[in-house]
């Protein structure tokens, strides 16, 4: 696409790991320049967080993975002179983003006050783990802690089994998004007004916002969400919500009336209850389920219930999901390249007029555009 929707902003990322990368890598699908300030030597942390040892040149796949689409600049946030180089860059950036924990950036002279004295236009975007106040404030900000101190993992799994975690790091890319987000109504706001803002999100508020159906029940009956003993789905849904293993696979069961779903399994044991006994009899009757549909193969059952025009699916594996039809037409895959090596990833989700939003440039080498951007400083000094 010619001319993409950020084209002409200039984003400097103060971020590591997946949180404030993961904004910025949205940023930068929908065309704005997104510069790393990357400490030197080390970098970004994620450059050494190899998953399954999995590495591209020498930085691992998931920082690549995260990165694609930016530069990167080098900076000793401690050294004056470096210090001053930064300064020059937010006077001339849109927008600026950081994870660090509370109080860092203004260690360092640039927390949101004294970049707005640089800047007075400037977006100023942070996450943090638990918010800039209270007992938690300085406590890791590491997606697993913060699953299970918001509650999220007690909503996964069945009732019998201990809490079980989201298997991504669900708060960091809700968090990332959250920030977008915030960051782009302030676009908007300062394309009106001509001015700034603060942005702030935190990965305990993302979550908890993720959670927002679940914890309105709760303040209304201050009950703690129940999960189901067997197939559990959702802790407020009703049977037969939920994942049902057969005699080969399992499938997923949305919600269906249960007289119907008795009709479309010809399951008699189902047959004796009533809709009324959904969630008051949500295990009993899941456990009816559960010991039928392990008669037949997946197949077969998914065959009966759509000639009843019921919500059910196969669930299904990477592997089997790549061979469907309806994932390929999506064309979710993008090739990102570095030097003779290529990896594929997933493509920025977003369509603008029917064109997809792809990018075959890598994450930066550390400091790769050092030079680059300190003789484009110099230029408009001069």
Request: net charge positive; aromatic share 8%; hydrophobic share 40%.
């Amino acid at each position: 696409m010619k001319k993409l929707p950020l084209q002409g902003l200039t984003v400097l990322e103060f971020s590591q790991y997946l949180s404030g990368p993961s904004a910025g890598l949205r940023l930068a699908d929908l065309g704005a320049r997104v510069i790393k300030i990357e400490r030197p030597v080390t970098g970004d942390a994620c450059r050494q967080l190899a998953i399954k040892n999995l590495w591209l040149g020498n930085s691992s796949l998931l920082f690549h993975t995260i990165n694609r689409n930016k530069e990167s600049f080098t900076a000793d946030l401690k050294d004056p002179e470096d210090l001053k180089i930064i300064k020059q860059l937010i006077s001339k950036a849109d927008v600026l983003t950081h994870n660090f924990r509370p109080g860092i950036m203004e260690k360092i002279g640039l927390g949101y006050d004294s970049v707005k004295k640089i800047n007075d236009r400037i977006i100023y975007a942070e996450i943090s783990g638990y918010g800039k106040k209270g007992p938690w404030k300085n406590k890791p900000g590491q997606d697993l802690l913060l699953q299970s101190m918001s509650g999220l993992a007690h909503t996964s799994g069945n009732d019998d089994q201990d809490p079980v975690p989201f298997g991504i790091a669900i708060a960091d890319i809700i968090s990332g998004t959250h920030l977008v987000h915030g960051i782009l109504a302030a676009l908007i706001r300062r394309q009106k007004k001509g001015i700034g803002a603060l942005i702030e999100v935190s990965l305990l508020e993302s979550l908890l916002d993720f959670q927002f159906e679940l914890l309105t029940t709760y303040f209304s009956s201050n009950q703690q969400p129940q999960r189901s003993k067997h197939s559990n789905g959702h802790t407020l849904l009703s049977a037969p919500y939920g994942i049902y293993a057969t005699a080969e696979g399992f499938i997923a069961i949305a919600m269906v009336p249960l007289a119907k779903l008795s009709a479309a399994l010809d399951c008699t044991a189902l047959s004796h209850f009533i809709q009324e006994d959904a969630f008051k009899k949500r295990d009993e009757i899941k456990e009816i389920i559960n010991q039928h549909l392990s008669q037949q193969p997946a197949s077969f059952w998914i065959k009966k219930l759509h000639q009843y025009d019921l919500w059910a699916m196969e669930v299904l594996d990477w592997l089997q999901m790549k061979k469907e039809e309806a994932y390929k037409v999506l064309e979710m895959e993008q090739t990102v390249g570095l030097d003779e090596k290529q990896f594929l990833t997933t493509r920025c989700p977003i369509r603008i007029n029917g064109k997809k939003l792809v990018s075959a440039k890598p994450a930066p080498l550390l400091g790769e555009q050092n030079e680059k951007i300190k003789s484009e400083l110099f230029n408009l000094i001069a």
